[in-house]
């Protein structure tokens, strides 16, 4: 059969391997807490974990022993301040975790490289910084054309990307509204691609809006349903940003007692995602919702025949 | 910061209807926002550019494009975006575009009239570190990094800079160059942008809680205005070097009724960024 809809337990324990390189995309809109959280309850090891904005996902990770590298643009909890959990291992003479550090569009041209299959990318970005001496990968090339210096980026391929996204078909053709953030060019630049959804819709629903598709199911291996798996993070149009959490994470994660508490009553204290939502109650969970909808106008495709 | 003296009304004759008191956090968001007149296309930074940026689009520049690096050309927030990624900086927006479109299309093409990025740390020519205090290998203080602050200081058409002011953050030495100004000189700069091809001419405003500062034809910073309350001497003891000042220093007018009303009721009311 071709569905490959399987549980986020079967689809963790499957596709992500000790040592990976994983890359949870998803630019502050569709973060997979859910598949996080999933990497972290089954004590996956060793990980390099890439993401543009690391955000609480990998602060969680980091403190919950999954990690030994993060290649990254931008490093904080937005809105609110510092990941204490990635500075406690990242600060001062005992720093543990290794780091590989970019800018925005040095990342996205990575997952581009990747995806694509080329060599490098060439981008106008990091002249006269002081990046490239912090990260030797980032490197001056000349044009072949001769008319000046760009920076090159090496490409990036994850071993497993996850991504979230509003719906998919059972074979994996994924739909997504609201920021792309570079979801599309991480799928294509993976080995493996996990996608994850608010709702499982049938192809033909698919086929009626081919437009929105940003990943077809070629590239994706498993298909997991897991309504409210971003949150904290928001999905446009189902649940808004949690903002509340986001702050709350700030003292919990000062505290590496407090965090691991945390770990321990919201990762490995519940065994899914719907278990989770429940624990966080119909209240919290409604208040997210946005305040009216907002459809999109209908454009019409025709028929021809 | 615990010195945001909420500064008193000038006191003019009797009878006039008594201007509201303010911050000095509000007074650096009103002037950055003022500063964005005229302005077409705007590259909105995280932290204080977003509140700036939102507080000129309801006032001197109601037809501001705002960008968004999240991938988002045209926003019209109802809300003040609690991140650069809010769902409301999409809802009516003009185009909702990749991460690679937009730094690829819209800013590495040159369509950004004025790149808002805040700092942690910045030098009399304008250069920014947001990377690390401290040795990069081993840091006193970890920070956020780039995001596209390096690439919008290189391609956005200029860049304006806001943040507060303290020995710490104005300093004679960034700890890390993140996003290149006037490096070491106007002219030098001048020259190496030109070779190198960039689009970009590089900082021209830097808002603080103090005052207002451009950019002199060597590319050193210059306060040309001081915020209503804040003193000469202040500006001295909240920068690593000797400041250069106009010779005709002005006092930024104070935040009206409305400028206060939105910062308040619309954009802020719990007081992220002002308080």
Known sequence: MSSKVASMRDAVADLVRDGDTVAIEGFTHLISFAAGHEIIRQRKRDLTLAR?????????????????????????????????????????????????????????????????????????????????????????IESPYGDGTVYAVPPLRPDVTVIHAQRADARGNTQVWGLLGCQKEAAFAADRV???????????????????????G???????????????????????????????????????????????????????????????????????????PAPSGVVDYGTYR | ?????????????????????????????????????????????????????????????????LVYEAGVFGAEPARLPLSIGDPTIVTGATAVTSMLELFGYYLQRGLIDVGFLGAAQIDRFGNIN??????????????????????????????????????????????????????GGAENAARIRREQGWLGSGPSVVVTDLGIYHFDETGEMRLDSLHPGATLDEVRATMGWEPRVASDLATTPEPTAEELRLIREELDPEGMYTK
């Open chain 1, 52 to 140: 543009m904005t690391p955000d609480l996902i990998y602060d969680q990770m980091v403190a919950g022993g999954v990690a030994r590298k993060l290649v990254f643009s931008w490093l904080g909890n937005p809105g609110v301040g510092g990941l204490n959990a990635i500075r406690r291992v990242t600060e001062g003479p005992d720093a543990s975790l290794e780091m590989e550090e970019y800018s925005h569009f040095g990342m996205v041209a990575r997952y581009t490289a990747g995806a694509m299959n080329l060599p490098f990318f060439p981008l106008r970005s990091y002249f006269e910084t002081d990046l490239p001496k912090a990260n030797p990968l980032i490197r001056p």
């Open chain 1, 194 to 216: 996990i996608v994850v959804v608010e709702e499982l819709v049938d192809e033909e629903v698919i086929r009626a809006d081919p437009n929105r598709t940003i990943v077809p």
């Open chain 1, 218 to 292: 070629i590239v994706v291996d498993a298909v997991v349903v897991e309504p409210f798996g971003a949150h904290p993070s928001y999905v446009q149009g189902h649940y808004d940003r949690d903002n509340r959490f986001y702050r709350d994470w700030d003292p919990i994660s000062r505290d590496p007692a407090l965090t691991q508490a945390w770990l321990d009553e919201w990762v490995h204290g519940v065994a899914s995602r719907a278990e989770y939502a429940a624990k966080l109650g119909e209240e919290r969970v409604t208040s997210l919702r946005p305040s009216a």
């Open chain 2, 1 to 65: 910061m615990s010195e945001q003296k909420p500064v008193a009304a000038a006191e003019v004759g009797t009878g006039a209807p008594a201007a509201p008191a303010f911050s000095r956090n509000e007074m650096m968001i009103v002037a950055a926002a003022r500063e964005l007149a005229g302005q077409r296309v705007c590259f909105v930074g995280v932290g204080l550019p977003n509140i700036a940026v939102n507080l000129a689009k309801r006032t001197v520049s109601p037809d501001l494009e």
């Open chain 2, 130 to 183: 947001t990377t690390v205090i401290g040795d990069y290998a081993h840091p006193k203080t970890r920070l956020p990094g780039s995001g596209g602050a390096c690439e919008i200081a290189i391609n956005a058409r200029q860049v304006f800079v806001i943040m507060r002011q303290s020995a710490r953050s104005f300093v004679e030495r960034i700890d890390f160059r993140t996003s290149p100004g006037n490096l």
